[in-house]
Every structure is written in C-alpha cells, then in structure tokens.
C-alpha cells in the first residue's frame, strides 16, 4: 500500500533515524518534540487536544486509522461533539501501520484524508515500540518528520515558546446565564472540559490565558489544561496567587494543577518522558481509593516543595509523581489527570460535581 507513497524519516536530535512512508501532509517536513501515547485509540481527540501543541505523537498501539476520523460538528455553544478542539494542534503524528480503510458508524473521512486537509504530517510503517523504548531511555526528544523531496527543517523545542499563548482564546466568551459564575480560564482548554462546565445554573465565563480574572465577581475560579511549559505562565500565576488569598473555590486540571502548584509556592520540574495514556493508575491520598485515569503532561510538581498549608490529593501508582493537590483548609484542589477523559475512562468525572458543589 506504501507504493505510491512519499518516503518520509523521522530523525530524532540524538541521530536515531526510523524510516516510513508517508500518509498525511507530504508538501513540507516538520519538527517538534517527539513524545509517546500508549493508548488503544482517541487519535481524533488526541490530535484535537491543545496540550499536543508542538508535539509529534507517536502511537504505540500498532493499527491506527481502522476507524476514521467523526464529523467537525459542534453544538449551540460552538463546542465539538467530537473533537477537543476546532482543528489539529500537533505538528505530526508517526504510527506502525496506518489503515486508510476504515469502519465506523461516525466517521466522515479517513485520517490521511484529514491530515493532508488540515496540512499535518503522518509517518506511517515506522517501530513504534521500538520508538517509545528509546525516548523511555533516553527522555523525550526533539525531532522532525522528514518528508522526501522536501527541504529540510531545522530541530524546534516547543517548551522555549509560549504554546499556552498561542492555544488560548482570544477574547472573553460566555456560555449561559445561571446564577453561579465560573471562570475559566483557558490556557489551551478541551472542548470537553468545556462542556462539563456548562450547566443550567452556571455562567461560565471563558478568559484568555492572561486575563486579571479577579477584576470578575466570580464564585468559582477553574484552571484549564494547557501545551508547553507552565514557566511560560507567571502572568497567569499571578493573578491565581492573588485569588488563593482569598476563599472562592479553585479548581485546576493538568496545567491547571501546576500553575496552581506554583501559585502556592511549589516547583515544577519537567518528566523525563511524561504520562501519556489512558491507563494511569492513580490513588487518592489518605485512601485506597484508586481511579485509571487518562493523562497528557510532560511536567509535573515536586510535592516536597509545597509549603505546610498545602498537601497531595492524588499520587501516580507507577512512579509516584505527584498527580493533584489542595489546600488543608480552604476549597482549593487539582488533578494532573483528565477526569473528562475524551478518550478514556471517566472514573473521576465526580470532580468536576465536587467543584461546582463548592460554588
């Protein structure tokens, strides 16, 4: 099926070459930081997902595409119903065996279709798992997809440019007119985090990433996901130190955990190849209650550096990273996983019913 196919490379910046074939935008090659995703499917959410700014993802399950790609609609508020955004953030996506065939009862096109719509590369053909024990010995790597024919790119580190500026909105955006203001503040935020924030008795009042939320009369302050590097943010952190002064909930997810982290006075350190799946493990601290959650972050906070007010709400069951906090006494808390979960479990979905219960 290769045969009329592009030859395509992808390099890593240690030399480490993987050949392929391929099967997505073929007019201009791409760099990025290359990372793994070791979950069985969610590529159309994945690739949607603002966090993968920067990034070419490599999958590790070995078929991708038998399913297709659902339809760009969205719903009144002109959130999607099947994507995690308006369009594809990543730079490219690399796969063991691409299937341009595909079955599914949503699917409108397939994913080369797609790709080559939006202009993003695919790498198809390449050892994926070979890929991924590689950047787990060696860290997360720049790299590029090389496209044959095509000039050359140089290598780009994504965390040494401010993606939370470029995926965040533009200007203030409201959804309904409940009694309750929520702000949300979006430093690169997924439709469906979005979309468990709308309710009947909600305002949910979307700002953009450097926004002085605390000139709104608000009851409850939420803290997006987001791409890149949280050091990008210390506007962002200012204005949420300023709101932990006071006594109005705050909630936080993936970025939303380590800008509130280092609101509090905590480090951040970047992972060495960081958590991205649908299957992390995760407990609650105090507890045995334990959830599998869906993850995307390449950072994460050094718990031993929160100060005597705050403490760990979650830890990763595989390595032991810190995977949410909250503060002793007032109603502040976070979750470095995705409790949305699109795709991926919904374990922890209630979290979303904890904060607006606190409004």
């Known amino acids: 099926m290769f045969q009329k196919q592009k030859k395509a490379t992808l390099i890593l910046e240690d030399g480490t070459r993987f050949q392929g074939f391929s099967f997505g935008y073929d007019a201009e090659s791409v760099a990025g930081e290359v990372v793994f995703n ?7 959410e994945s690739l949607t997902d603002p966090s993968y700014r920067g990034q070419i993802m490599a999958m590790t399950f070995p078929l991708v595409g038998n399913y297709g790609v659902p339809p760009t609609q969205t719903d009144e508020n002109g959130i999607s119903f099947f994507m995690e955004s308006s369009h594809i953030h990543m730079e490219g996506i690399v796969v063991s065996d691409y299937s341009g065939e595909y079955s ?51 290598y780009v580190d994504p965390n040494l440019i401010n993606q939370v500026a470029e995926a965040s ?27 468990n924030l709308i309710r009947e008795d909600v305002t949910l009042i979307r700002v953009p990433w450097d926004y002085d939320f605390n000139t709104i009369d608000y009851d409850g302050l939420f803290l997006s996901n987001g791409p890149g590097n949280p050091e990008m943010c210390s506007i962002t952190v200012e204005h949420i130190r300023q709101a932990i002064q006071g006594d109005k909930p705050i909630c936080g997810i993936c970025m939303g955990n380590q800008l509130l982290a280092v609101a509090a006075g905590a480090k951040i350190y970047k992972m060495k190849y960081g958590h991205r799946s649908h299957n992390q493990p995760v407990r609650e601290v105090g507890t045995n209650r334990c959830f599998i959650t869906s993850q995307n972050h390449g950072y994460a906070v050094d718990t031993t550096t929160l100060n005597e007010d705050w403490r760990p709400k979650f830890i990763n069951l595989n390595d032991g990273t810190n995977e949410g906090i909250c503060h002793k006494t007032k109603p502040f808390f976070s979750a470095q996983f995705h409790p949305e979960a699109f795709g991926g479990p919904t374990d922890t979905l209630f979290l979303f019913q904890e904060f607006l219960n606190l409004l």
């Open 38 to 44: 070791t979950a069985m499917n969610g590529y159309p």
């Open 169 to 195: 909105c533009k200007e203030v955006i409201t959804y309904g007119s409940g009694s309750k203001k929520v702000v949300l503040v979006d430093c690169g935020v997924k439709d469906n985090i979005v979309r």
């Open 104 to 154: 599914h009862w949503n699917a409108t096109e397939s994913l080369g279709e797609w790709l080559i719509r939006e202009k993003v590369a695919g790498i198809t053909g390449v050892d994926t798992r070979a890929l991924a024990k590689h950047l787990r010995i060696h860290g997360s790597l720049k790299g590029k997809i090389w496209i044959d024919g095509t000039p050359d790119v140089d």
